[in-house]
C-alpha cells in the first residue's frame, strides 16, 4: 500500500459532508476550501500539489504537480491534516453545494479513477491528483468541461463530491450509454468517452437539451450526477431578480409595480 489507510463517515442528505478519522501520524489532504472543522492534535499544513511525490521529489517535482491543477482550473496549494497525538482523531469536509459525496477505493478501480474538474473534495495521502487530456478533439471542444478532467490515481480512498443525486452504471464491454455532458462525474479508466451530435434540426434547436451528448462505452463503471452545478447555477441566475426593491419580494407585488411602471 502505497496511501495511508483512512477510516470514514459521511453525515448528512443534501448538504453532506465527510468525517475522516486518522490513526497517529496518518493523513488526509483535502482540496482548498473544503475544511469543516478537526479534534484537537492534528496539525494542518498548506503544500504544493497533492503531496504524493508523483511528480518527482524536490522543487521541480512540486511545481510540476502544482502546475498539473492549475490546468484544470483548481488552486495551486492543498492542505494536509495529519494526527501528530495519541489515539484517533477527525477532520471533517464539507461538499461546496447541494448533492452527494462519493468515496472511491482506488485500489478496486485498477487503481485510477477519471473525474470531471471540481469534483474532488479530499484523499488519503499518496492518492496523485492530476490531468486527463481527451484525444479527440471532438471531445474536448463540446464536451462541456473540455478536454481537460482530473484523474486520481493510486490505491487509497478519495472523496468526490457531485450534485443532486448520484447513480453508479457498471457498463458490460461494448454497451453505450448517452448521458448529458454535464452529468458525468466520474469513470474509470477502460471507458471510452466520446461526444455525439443530437441528429434533427428541431431537435437540436428547440429540445433544450444542448447539440451534443456524452457516449459512454465499457466495460467499466460510471457514476452520474442528476443536477450540475452549472445547471443549478443557471437556473438561480435566472431567477434572481433584475432590480432590487420591496416590489421583487413576491410575484404579487412584482406585477403591480410592473403595470404601473413604478420603480
Request: net charge negative; proline share 3%.
Given at each position: 500500500?502505497?496511501?495511508?489507510?483512512?477510516d470514514?463517515r459521511?453525515?448528512?442528505d443534501d448538504?453532506?459532508f465527510v468525517?475522516v478519522?486518522?490513526?497517529?501520524?496518518?493523513?488526509?489532504?483535502?482540496?482548498?476550501g473544503?475544511?469543516?472543522?478537526m479534534?484537537d492534535?492534528?496539525?494542518l499544513?498548506?503544500?504544493?500539489?497533492d503531496?504524493?511525490?508523483?511528480?518527482?521529489s524536490g522543487?521541480?517535482?512540486?511545481?510540476?504537480s502544482?502546475?498539473r491543477?492549475v490546468?484544470?482550473?483548481?488552486s495551486?496549494?492543498m492542505?494536509?491534516?495529519?494526527?501528530?497525538?495519541?489515539g484517533k482523531k477527525?477532520?471533517?469536509?464539507?461538499?461546496?453545494?447541494?448533492?452527494?459525496?462519493?468515496?472511491?477505493?482506488?485500489?478496486?478501480?485498477?487503481?485510477?479513477?477519471i473525474c470531471?474538474?471540481?469534483?474532488?473534495?479530499?484523499a488519503?495521502?499518496g492518492?496523485s491528483?492530476?490531468?486527463e487530456?481527451q484525444?479527440?478533439i471532438?471531445?474536448?471542444?463540446?464536451?462541456g468541461d473540455?478536454?481537460?478532467?482530473?484523474?486520481?490515481?493510486g490505491?487509497?480512498?478519495?472523496f468526490?463530491h457531485?450534485?443532486?443525486t448520484?447513480?453508479?452504471?457498471e457498463?458490460?464491454p461494448?454497451?453505450k450509454?448517452r448521458?448529458d455532458?454535464?452529468?458525468l462525474?466520474?469513470m474509470?479508466?477502460?471507458v471510452q468517452?466520446?461526444?455525439?451530435?443530437?441528429?434533427?434540426v428541431?431537435?437540436?434547436?428547440?429540445?433544450?437539451?444542448?447539440?451534443f451528448f456524452a457516449?459512454?462505452?465499457g466495460?467499466?463503471?460510471?457514476?452520474?450526477?442528476?443536477?450540475?452545478?452549472?445547471?443549478?447555477?443557471s437556473?438561480?441566475?435566472?431567477?434572481a431578480?433584475s432590480?432590487?426593491g420591496?416590489k421583487?419580494?413576491g410575484?404579487?407585488?412584482?406585477?403591480?409595480?410592473?403595470v404601473?411602471?413604478g420603480?
Amino acid at each position: 500500500m502505497m496511501n495511508h489507510e483512512i477510516d470514514y463517515r459521511i453525515y448528512g442528505d443534501d448538504m453532506q459532508f465527510v468525517e475522516v478519522e486518522l490513526d497517529p501520524n496518518e493523513t488526509v489532504v483535502g482540496e482548498a476550501g473544503s475544511f469543516m472543522m478537526m479534534e484537537d492534535d492534528i496539525h494542518l499544513e498548506t503544500i504544493f500539489g497533492d503531496g504524493s511525490g508523483a511528480g518527482g521529489s524536490g522543487l521541480m517535482g512540486k511545481l510540476f504537480s502544482a502546475g498539473r491543477r492549475v490546468l484544470t482550473g483548481e488552486s495551486l496549494f492543498m492542505t494536509t491534516f495529519t494526527n501528530t497525538g495519541i489515539g484517533k482523531k477527525r477532520v471533517s469536509f464539507a461538499a461546496p453545494y447541494p448533492g452527494k459525496i462519493i468515496p472511491i477505493n482506488l485500489s478496486e478501480y485498477n487503481g485510477k479513477v477519471i473525474c470531471q474538474k471540481d469534483s474532488f473534495l479530499a484523499a488519503a495521502k499518496g492518492v496523485s491528483i492530476g490531468i486527463e487530456f481527451q484525444r479527440k478533439i471532438g471531445v474536448g471542444f463540446f464536451g462541456g468541461d473540455g478536454f481537460i478532467m482530473q484523474k486520481l490515481e493510486g490505491d487509497g480512498l478519495c472523496f468526490v463530491h457531485a450534485g443532486g443525486t448520484i447513480i453508479k452504471k457498471e457498463l458490460l464491454p461494448g454497451q453505450k450509454l448517452r448521458v448529458d455532458t454535464g452529468c458525468l462525474v466520474a469513470m474509470t479508466r477502460d471507458v471510452q468517452y466520446d461526444i455525439e451530435y443530437v441528429k434533427g434540426v428541431k431537435t437540436a434547436l428547440f429540445g433544450g437539451e444542448g447539440l451534443f451528448f456524452a457516449t459512454l462505452s465499457g466495460p467499466g463503471s460510471v457514476w452520474i450526477q442528476s443536477l450540475p452545478f452549472s445547471r443549478l447555477a443557471s437556473r438561480v441566475f435566472a431567477a434572481a431578480p433584475s432590480r432590487g426593491g420591496a416590489k421583487d419580494e413576491g410575484s404579487i407585488a412584482k406585477g403591480i409595480f410592473d403595470v404601473f411602471g413604478g420603480d
